[in-house]
């Protein structure tokens, strides 16, 4: 999958993506047949454990981008770019950019609008492909007060709206709209000719992203527009549950699973 194929399915098809993390999660959402993953800074909230997206570090980042490319996915892999290792200008942002498609990423995404015009159209401009976020931007999580919708007010539609015309002229490929009113990402959608992907802004975009562990249903809280398609928390606490019950009664090893000499 191409920057090039996922932007002529606007107004075509659907666009289905999904965050992934690591080797074996990738080749499973890949063979489910997403057409892109993202590995999200997201992590640092769900696999890390921290409460928000603000600690994971680029380190993290490479780590995780090379794990998900191992897998050799035939979706997009694009990478996150974490908290301030763009915004400090476009010097950093191609530097941290490129050593994230060194790792595997077939393109990036930074967190905002107008204010990171420069910034993706250099991105661009150099050769690497950008995915805007508008919308709840998690990485402002401070200066926002908390995870919460954007869009509400009728400035902060048109903000919207401007915002996303910014990064089509900048050279995105593609935005992702997060948390916001359902009418108000439609009226994003129709204001651009690429797609928009939308998490918790309803089903007006040209296509839906969601966090993998909530739809496995392996986070604690959930935020209310995710989706749980499989409880599997529940699956691996019986599981393992079960082992250690084999473990304890010794009926795990049974002689199936040892050798001994003859
Ligand atoms: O970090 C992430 O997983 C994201 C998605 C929520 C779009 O940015």
Do not use: W
Request: proline share 5%.
């Amino acid at each position: 999958m191409t920057v090039q194929t996922i932007m002529g399915m606007k107004g075509r098809q659907r666009i289905a993506m999904i965050t992934a993390y690591d080797y074996p999660t990738a080749r499973l959402v890949d063979q489910a047949g997403v057409d892109g993953i993202l590995v999200g800074d997201s992590l640092g909230m769900v696999v890390l454990g921290f409460e928000n997206t603000l600690r994971v570090t680029l380190r993290d980042m490479l780590i995780h981008v090379a794990a998900v490319a191992r897998a050799k996915p035939k979706a997009l892999l694009i990478a996150d770019m974490p908290f301030m290792t763009y915004e400090t200008g476009v010097r950093d942002a191609l530097r941290n950019a490129s050593r994230l498609v060194r790792a595997g990423a077939e393109a990036v995404k930074p967190e905002g609008g107008q204010e990171i015009f420069d910034i993706v159209n250099n991105l661009v401009k150099f050769g690497i492909p950008v995915m805007g976020h508008i919308g709840l931007n998690p990485q402002r999580v401070l200066s926002l007060g908390g995870f919460k919708m954007v869009g509400k007010t009728e400035e902060q539609a048109k903000k919207l709206i401007e915002d996303a015309k910014a990064l089509q002229e900048a050279g995105a490929f593609a935005i992702v709209i997060e948390m916001v009113p359902a009418s108000v990402a439609k009226a994003v959608t129709e204001s651009v000719k690429i797609p928009t992907i939308c998490i918790g802004a309803g089903p007006h975009c040209d296509g839906q992203i969601l966090v993998l562990h909530d739809v496995l249903g392996l986070t604690e809280r959930p935020p209310s527009f995710a989706k749980r398609y499989v409880d599997l928390a529940s699956v691996i606490r019986d599981a393992v549950a079960k082992y250690v019950n084999e473990v304890r009664s010794g009926e795990f090893p049974s002689p199936e699973y040892f050798k001994d000499i003859k």
